[in-house]
């Protein structure tokens, strides 16, 4: 089902991955997955040691990215085989992130995937919390505050400057960014049907 959302991780107060989804969003499909992902503790640590080399992808790299296209022949951003086991060879996770045809949240186990690389620029997709319209659902992994947090989206009751995502609002939307409505402690994440629980009340 179409549920737009966001995944973001947040460590050392920088935003290392904030990847947008399609699908699923809702807590009993995406959040789920997420929980069971930082309920493996080796999961939580493995990523927690690789994030010191993520960070969002940025307008030099787009710009450097467009040159490399633009040296192997490729004008019109579609690119053939050939083309694309040389874009393969030259950015092997943007590969992954743009060809993968990634399910919601195996963002997080891809990068477990590309541990081995000494650099991983991530899709920028934070701003897409701003209007909650469109963004369902996003849902925080802030290893500063070790939580676990979600947010939902339709949000017409107003935000709080404290709101992790009041920076973002353009004081003109009739929809807010998303609202914070759960948050729980990553080394001490509920089950499931707990998890959906307070997820809905």
């Known amino acids: ?19 947008y989804g399609q699908y699923d969003g809702f807590p009993d499909s995406l959040g789920v997955k997420l929980l069971k992902f930082f309920s493996n503790p080796e999961n939580t640590e493995k990523l ?3 994030l010191p080399k993520v960070r969002l992808w940025n307008e030099k790299d787009q710009k450097l990215q ?12 579609i690119l053939n085989d050939k083309q694309k086991e040389q874009f ?3 950015y092997p996770f943007r590969y ?12 997080l ?14 899709i920028d997709a934070y701003d897409f919390a701003s209007d909650s319209l469109f963004c369902e659902w996003a849902y925080v992994i802030d290893y500063d505050k070790n939580a676990f947090e979600v947010y939902k989206g339709l949000n017409t009751s ?23 409505i759960a948050s729980f402690p990553l080394d001490q994440l509920p089950d499931e049907n707990e998890f959906l629980f307070q997820c809905s009340t």
């Open 96 to 107: 992954r992130e743009r060809y993968g045809k990634l399910t919601e949240g195996q963002i």
């Open 48 to 50: 927690k040691e690789i």
């Open 66 to 77: 467009d040159e490399f296209l633009e040296s192997i022949g490729c004008t019109n951003g």
């Open 109 to 122: 186990e891809i990068l477990l995937e590309f541990h081995h690389l000494d650099e991983i620029a991530t």
């Open 158 to 180: 107003g935000i709080s400057e404290e709101d992790r995502f009041f920076p973002l609002y353009d004081g003109e939307n009739d929809y807010y960014p998303v609202k914070i």
């Open 1 to 19: 089902m179409g549920t737009r959302n966001l995944t973001v991780v947040v460590q050392n107060q920088e935003v290392k991955v904030a990847q």
């Open 88 to 90: 393969k060879m030259k």
